[in-house]
């Protein structure tokens, strides 16, 4: 799960574009304390997309909190990540 969890705050980090690094990003906080929008999920759902090779539903960002835990559980729940 560790380079899933990279993979997730990297793209968040990315995504935000407010200067927080993506070792800052704690695991258990919601997205949305870091300025995560709908709009901005949008993109960091395709930005894990494009670096898994996975498909998600938009759905999975109404989880509350949404964090990088819930995010990777997720991820490590489907079928085949592609990685």
Known sequence: MEDVELVVRT???DVLGNGVDAADIHRDRDMEDYG???LKGVSLLLGIE???GVELRP????T???TVRTVCEHLQSLPSRGT
Do not use: I, T, W
């Open 50 to 52: 494009d670096a898994l």
């Open 36 to 38: 995560l929008d709908s």
């Open 59 to 62: 759905e999975l960002l109404e």
């Open 11 to 13: 793209v968040l980090a």
């Open 64 to 66: 509350r909190p949404c």
